[in-house]
């Protein structure tokens, strides 16, 4: 790399996974117009938090994703975390079942028979989680 543009194979490679990362995201916000993108990148985000927390790695259930949503809004933007994802088109659990299955429709993920949006149907209410329950007295 010389004055600050990257030479190489390497630079290729890296512009065309960001590339085709954008595609897909456009593609998603496409046909789901009602989440933002960052809600897609939010959820693998949970998935890996989640992921990274198991001894060793395998398929998660909605409920475990839906937790661990909850979980890394709650580390990340703490009494603003109801605020947040709802900016992002997430108001329930259901939502987060719709972006999965939305991912694996476009190849970003991959399901088993068994696995349905129904598993994200009435987990836990946000109200309740972000707001009512929130850990107050683990913040100070």
Not at 48 to 72: F, I, M
Request: aromatic share 12%.
């Amino acid at each position: 790399m010389k004055g600050g543009v990257p030479k190489g194979r390497g630079y290729f490679f890296r512009m065309t996974e960001l590339q085709f990362a954008e595609e897909i995201l456009e593609r998603l916000q496409d046909q789901n117009p009602r989440f933002h993108g960052k809600a897609y990148v939010f959820l693998l985000s949970a998935l890996h938090a989640v992921l990274a927390d198991l001894d060793e790695p395998r398929h998660l259930s909605g409920e475990e994703l839906a937790h661990g949503v909850r979980n890394l809004a709650l580390k990340q933007y703490g009494p603003m975390a109801r605020t947040v994802l709802g900016h992002w088109g997430i108001h329930g659990t259901e939502d987060l079942g719709e972006i999965v299955f939305a991912m694996v429709e476009c190849g970003v993920l991959t399901k088993q028979d068994e696995d349905t949006r129904e598993d994200f149907q009435g987990l836990f209410d946000f109200e309740e989680v972000f707001e009512t329950d929130y850990p107050w007295g683990g913040r100070f």
